[in-house]
């Protein structure tokens, strides 16, 4: 059973830095995508972010190339989300996820296995 522990968000002001983190289990991590998403109430699940097992191959939405940063540990089994220069546009509960092992990246969520109940990041103005 996959489970995900995401932690690591708060309330910062625009402009700030927040590093999001998940803990996996039950992942077979060492060969999948682990991705970020994040969604707003009333809202589609939005990708975020998302690199495959060697962690030279990611890709990031067009609203945050440039300021988000994906990277894992594959020792630990944990992927985190560097989020710097933060929006108020970037408000959400954020969620990490897990392929099916050798499948590439997706920006699909439906493909996805969601494990976790996320972590609320808020940009103030």
């Known amino acids: 059973q996959v489970q995900m522990a995401e932690s690591g968000g708060g309330l910062v002001q625009a402009g700030g830095s927040l590093r999001l983190s998940c803990a996996t289990s039950?992942?077979?991590?060492?060969?999948?995508?682990m991705a970020w998403f994040r969604q707003v109430p009333g809202h589609e699940r939005e990708f975020v972010a998302a690199?495959?097992?060697?962690?030279?191959?990611?890709e990031y939405s067009d609203s945050v190339k440039g300021r988000f940063t994906i990277s894992r540990d594959n020792d630990k089994r944990t992927v985190d989300l560097q989020m710097n220069d933060l929006k108020p546009d970037d408000t959400a509960i954020y969620y990490c996820a897990t392929r099916r092992p050798y499948f590439g990246i997706s920006r699909n969520p439906s493909v996805y296995s969601f494990g976790g109940r996320g972590t609320q990041v808020t940009v103030s103005s």
């Open positions: 690199n495959r097992w060697n962690n030279y191959n990611a």
């Open positions: 039950g992942v077979t991590f060492n060969s999948t995508v």
